[in-house]
């Protein structure tokens, strides 16, 4: 007998935060009924059980009887991934913004490069989330997302040497790697474990920072 309700947990092929609801096996999204049992409630202009409930109800059956189709963005939530990329963020942040401070007050000029870094994973999730998380670092900022080469090129301030360049590019594959760790597929995370592909250049430009 076929379970009325599968969650995410037991059915893995669903996106996060689902379930199947029924015989015909009718996908439910549920941060969208809370949203919209949320927009109800503020309709009335009263917060109260009963509207909630109703809210609730009118949500599935707005759902269901008007039912979005299936798409998989390829957002996976892995909770020991998550912790280990903030942890990474929060410690490259403040590792790299004391190096940026350093720099500053020292003294000497430092030359700074744009580089291109390709990544492992093409998906445009992970490619999108990967610059965004490389942005929040100081140090280095992203001038642009190449998607048909899944490439990122970057300004970084510290290209003294080619050791800095390649510290740099470490960086962002480290960055990708926690990254696809923490919302990747499957086939993701065991593209991120290969070593990283070879680099055709080593930096599009320089110039003294």
């Known amino acids: 007998m076929r379970r009325l309700l599968n969650l995410t947990f037991r059915n893995k092929e669903l996106p996060p ?3 199947e609801f029924g ?17 109800w409630v503020l309709l009335w202009s009263s917060l109260s059980w009963a509207n909630v409930v109703t ?3 009118v949500a599935l059956a707005v759902c269901l009887a008007f039912p ?10 892995h909770p020991w991934g ?11 942040m403040y590792t790299s913004g004391v190096r ?3 720099q500053i007050f020292d003294g000497r000029s430092h030359l700074g490069a744009v580089i291109g870094v390709p990544l492992r994973c093409r998906s445009d999730l992970m490619l999108a989330a990967t610059a965004v998380a490389v942005s929040n670092v100081p140090g280095g900022s ?3 997302v190449r998607r048909s080469t899944a490439t990122l090129f970057l300004h970084v301030l510290d290209a003294d040497s080619p050791t800095a360049l390649d510290a740099a590019r470490n960086s962002v594959w480290r960055m990708e790697e ?6 990747g597929t499957r086939d993701e995370i065991a593209r991120v474990g290969q070593p990283p592909p070879d680099l055709p250049w080593t930096s599009t430009g320089r110039g003294t920072a």
Do not use: Q
């Open 100 to 102: 940026v401070t350093r």
């Open 55 to 57: 809210g609730v109800v």
């Open 23 to 39: 015989e015909r096996r009718r996908v439910i999204d549920l941060p969208l009924i809370a949203w919209l049992t949320l927009i």
């Open 142 to 144: 992203i001038v642009e």
């Open 17 to 19: 935060l689902s379930c």
């Open 82 to 92: 998550i912790l280990c990329l903030a942890g990474y963020l929060l410690y490259d």
């Open 68 to 77: 979005l189709p299936r798409v998989d963005l390829g957002l996976r939530l």
């Open 178 to 183: 926690l990254t696809v760790r923490a919302f």
